[in-house]
């Protein structure tokens, strides 16, 4: 169970906020005065702090930083009963996750939710991480290559046998590893992703195994890894072609015995985690070069699954096609009535090097951009312009549309100027363009800032300046 300490001198309040989080099946920890949560904040390895002071003293910020030190940061929401400026400035700039003014019960816990999912920060065993929102991942495609990869799973989810999947990159590997963990015995256990090209090397070990307190510099308290939080479940290495060969040894063992040590560890640890794991490298060309075990390899691919490109299964495009459409209308709450038949001819006809992933960030893009309700080829501009560069999901014809825009809007301002009051035309044209961009990303992901900034490529201080005319904690002094 995720454990939460909240400290907030307000009893009431605490109070309610205690209700609101043991809904969530989190374990919760509440103190009156921050005096005594530095050491809570050790005993109780948290994951997630929630402070609810308004003024930045410097105990507050000291706890703060404890919290952001090593090589696990805890997050720390401080939520501000009225909200300042400066406030916001220094809680932000000593690390918080977020700053807020006091949310209501229902807000606040999907703030919480967010966090914890978003933060990947596993205390507990027992509840699925990166659930999707709502429904349970499902595989689309009716083509004969997939039905025979559903068939493979079906035969082979309630064994424990290691599976490897292999596929071009956004053929949906990891949708597919999950798939085979919620239709096997372990469905109600943990399924945890470890992507081991993201995480450096040092940290990967301890990020599998765990780690010891005193392990490394910065190590201030012991942690489990991965393998000991799912064991009962499934856990998915994904990208193992980029394992280093020490570590790849230890998943060796792992495999044959079940057994580990955490980093900086002596005593041995097992686990029964069923392995997945995926790569888009070829790993016999890894074996090849002496970046990868054979050994492991053998051991690894006990079931092999074989995803095929979208570009092998044109039959499969259209029902993409549909799915995501529902997928995005109901996530941006953007009415969208359909596509053309002349769109979707021209959707099929795309080289989709990037796959299904390609494929769902068009049709996420055309979404938002879309004006009309229906989607049409116009709103596909990005494809012409990037056909068979396997692109993402913005186009310089869309940029060209905005440039030309902001010159006839520039050149309205110029001309209208004569003698009236009010912002200076530069300011207003940019301010109105960066409103827009940010008001866009906030939509596409339902008011949620931390997804925003993140998307946006901008931290989310510099979101927060954007919104400022918006929000009225930033209105004062
Ligand atoms: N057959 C499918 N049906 C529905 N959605 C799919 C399908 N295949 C992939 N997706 C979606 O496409 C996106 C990419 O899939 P996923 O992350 O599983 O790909 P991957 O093979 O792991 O890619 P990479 O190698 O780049 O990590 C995800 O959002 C996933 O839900
Ligand atoms: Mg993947």
Known sequence: MKRILIIDPDASYRGKVRVALESLACDVVALESVGEASRALIEESPALVISGYDQPREEELDLLRLARKGSHPVPVLVLAREGSTRGAIDFMDAGAYDYLRRPD?????????????????????????????????????????????????????????????????????????????????????????????????????????????????????????????????????????????????KILRVLQEQTFERVGGEQTLTSDARIIAATNKSLVECIESNAFRVDLFYRLKVVSIFLPSLRKRPGDVALLVDHFIRKYHRESKISIRGISRRARLYLEAQPWTGNVRELENAIQTAVVLNRTGTLDVEDFPFLRDHSGSGGGATGPNVLERLREEARRAANVLLADQSGRAGKPVYHNCVDTVEQAVVDAALLHCAGNQVRASRMLGISRNTLRTKMSLDDPIQGEG
């Not at 082979?156 to 999947?165: E, G, M």
């Not at 940290?203 to 195994?209: A, D, P, R």
């Open 105 to 249: 019960v229902t807000e606040l816990r999907a703030v919480v939710e967010d966090i914890l999912r978003l933060s990947g920060e596993d205390s507990s065993s027992v509840d699925l991480p990166d659930e999707r929102e709502g429904e349970a991942a499902k595989i689309i495609g009716s083509s004969a290559e997939m039905i025979e990869i559903y068939k493979l799973i079906g035969r082979i989810a309630k064994s424990d046998a290691a599976v490897l999947v292999q596929g071009e990159s956004g053929t949906g590997k990891e949708l597919v590893a999950r798939t085979i963990h919620e239709n096997s015995r372990r469905a109600n256990r943990s399924f945890l992703a470890v992507n081991c090209a993201a995480i450096p090397e040092t940290l990967l070990e301890s990020e599998l195994f765990g780690h010891e307190r005193g392990a490394f510099t910065g190590a201030s308290y012991s942690r489990k890894g991965k393998f000991e939080l799912s064991h009962g479940g499934t856990i998915f290495l994904d990208e193992v072609g980029d394992m280093s060969l020490p570590t790849q040894a």
